[in-house]
């Protein structure tokens, strides 16, 4: 059984950073998965934050290029968000998901994200 597990959450202050790190398991050939980071704050909708497909691309929201990086390393089934120069309107918990080429995707539980002004 597929499971995602978010850590590396906590409380910044503003301006800061964290690494959010995803470790996939029960998957084989994790690297030929796409792997993408979600978020949703409170009283929000769950939006997305960025995607890193198989072959190395990447999309983010626009609203983060520059300041958010998704990574992976797939000799640890281990995906990886960057967050620099933290905002308030960052808090959020944080999501990761996995979507398998037949269409399954899974989610982690998600590790909450707080920023300080």
């Known amino acids: 059984q597929v499971q995602l597990v978010e850590s590396g959450g906590g409380l910044v202050q503003a301006g800061g950073s964290l690494r959010l790190s995803c470790a996939a398991s029960g998957i084989i050939f994790f690297s030929i998965n796409t792997m993408a980071w979600y978020r949703q704050a409170p009283g929000k909708q769950r939006e997305l934050v960025a995607v890193?497909?198989?072959?190395?691309?990447?999309n983010y929201a626009d609203s983060l290029k520059g300041r958010f990086a998704i990574s992976r390393d797939n000799a640890k089934n281990t995906v990886y968000l960057q967050m620099n120069s933290l905002k308030p309107e960052d808090t959020a918990v944080y999501y990761c998901?996995?979507?398998?080429?037949?269409?399954?995707?899974?989610w982690g539980k998600g590790t909450l994200v707080t920023v300080s002004s």
């Open positions: 890193l497909a198989s072959g190395g691309t990447t």
């Open positions: 998901r996995l979507d398998r080429r037949d269409g399954t995707n899974y």
